[in-house]
């Protein structure tokens, strides 16, 4: 399997891309994570892989979608954004995410990337925007890999992402970027509605023969305005998916990209674990994309570097997310945001500026972490990266306390089970 994907790098993308990211994500990659541990040691934090949604704006209206795609275009400036990342790099980093919106709308998007040709970038996108003659450029920059969202069957995409014909052309953005050789991603947000189209074999393999070379499988997160309760995995389900991302990574010659597990299956937060923080539209300084709270900007006078080292509420967003739960803190405990909020006079990062209403009316439930149900990677070749590059640094170690765990299908359980004891009226 190794072989055959090393022959697939070698023989299906360009030789200069694949230096390039070899060089900027894997070498200079993991030195900024080791960077990132040498500051943890010595008290000092920065993270070593920044997200940055550059543009609120977006073609579609995906179904629990948090961004505010229909409101007023607002975007991160091209001296804002390349300031930003100039402040990063002083610190070690040279990978960063790019997500929207739909990142591809911002007129200033190509001139980010050319500005910062010594560092890496992966942009979340919906292929819509991916021409032969954006393709084109993307390969002269080599410093950009696309990941593109395909989120089911014809009529599921439709459905998810709010217009018709969506997946035809997601997929001519797919078949621009692979025609010119880029190296090419494809994720999906794994949901009730497309976990048995895309959550099997016969998928990936299709994506191996297009010339796909890694992909990614979030769990639908039911967040924002209109959570869509309904697309919402069940523990079981969720399982199964990390089960497949083990099982294809074991068998299959592409790159499974998997953000919330360690080595031996533990579940963990990116952001709780220091891995990653993210910066909105607007410019706020935000745990994650999906919450939208904050307390400083990268407008704000004082360096990039000293916000992140000396953030209140960031640091307390770690330590208090840790100490409660390994999962996704919006999913499992979205009270202790809206306790953070309230502490620290956080602000609501949204145009529609009703994020403390949604989060309290989100339901509990269980995300990656299912406790005595671990299951650890089956690849050595994974097994070790993650040992060293993804984990969680120590976090859960210093602060996780199980006492404090609140099992949210126990409280499921617990309510139905209260329901069942009351009479039954005929």
Not at 202 to 219: N, P, S, T
Request: glycine residues 6%; neutral net charge; aromatic residues 10%.
């Amino acid at each position: 399997m190794y072989l055959s994907l090393a022959k697939r790098f070698l023989l299906e993308t360009d030789k200069r891309l694949l230096f390039k990211a070899g060089w900027t994500l894997g070498v200079r990659g993991l030195w900024s994570v080791h960077k990132h541990k040498r500051r943890l040691k010595r008290g000092e934090f920065f993270p070593p892989f920044l997200y940055l949604s550059v543009i609120n704006s977006c073609n579609l209206r995906c179904q629990g979608c948090w961004v505010d795609v229909a409101a007023k275009q607002h975007r991160i400036e091209l001296d804002a954004a390349n300031e930003t990342i100039r402040q990063a790099k002083a610190m070690g980093n040279s990978f960063f995410g790019i997500l929207g919106g739909e990142p591809f709308m911002h007129k200033d998007l190509m001139k980010i990337f050319e500005a910062n040709r010594d560092v890496y970038f992966q942009v979340f996108t919906n292929g819509h925007f991916i021409t032969d003659e954006v393709a084109a450029e993307l390969r002269r920059l080599g410093n950009v890999t696309p990941l593109i969202s395909v989120e089911g069957t014809e009529m599921i995409s439709d459905t998810r992402r709010g217009r018709d014909g969506v997946l035809s052309q997601t997929m001519k953005g797919l078949e621009a970027a692979l025609r010119h050789k880029l190296l090419v991603g494809v994720c999906t947000s794994v949901c009730k509605t497309n976990i048995d189209d895309l959550v099997r074999d016969e998928w990936v393999d299709r994506l191996i023969e297009m010339g796909v070379m890694y992909c990614w499988f979030h769990i639908y997160r039911p967040v924002g305005p209109e959570p869509n309760l309904q697309l919402s995995l069940s523990s079981e389900e969720q399982r199964r998916v990390r089960q497949f991302v083990v099982d294809t990574r074991a068998t299959k010659p592409i790159i499974v990209v998997d953000a919330y597990h360690d080595d031996a299956g533990n579940a963990l937060c990116p952001a709780a674990t220091g891995f990653t923080h993210h910066v909105g539209p607007w410019g706020d300084i935000e745990p994650c994309p999906v919450i939208q709270l904050a307390t400083e900007s990268i407008h704000d006078d004082r360096p990039l570097a000293e916000t992140m080292n000396k953030s209140a509420f960031l640091k307390d967003f770690r330590e208090l997310t840790a100490q409660h739960t390994r999962g996704c803190v919006i999913m499992e405990r979205p009270d202790l945001l809206i306790e953070l909020a309230e502490k620290h006079g956080a602000r609501d990062t949204t145009a529609r500026g009703r994020v403390i209403d949604e989060l309290e009316k989100i339901q509990p439930r269980r995300s990656q972490y299912q406790p005595g149900q671990e299951i650890p990677e089956r690849s050595f070749v994974y097994r070790w990266a993650k040992k060293y590059a993804f984990n969680d640094f120590g976090t859960y170690a210093r602060h996780f306390d199980v006492a404090k765990y609140q099992d949210p299908d126990e409280q499921v359980d617990s309510q139905s089970q209260a329901k069942s004891d009351l009479p039954i009226l005929s």
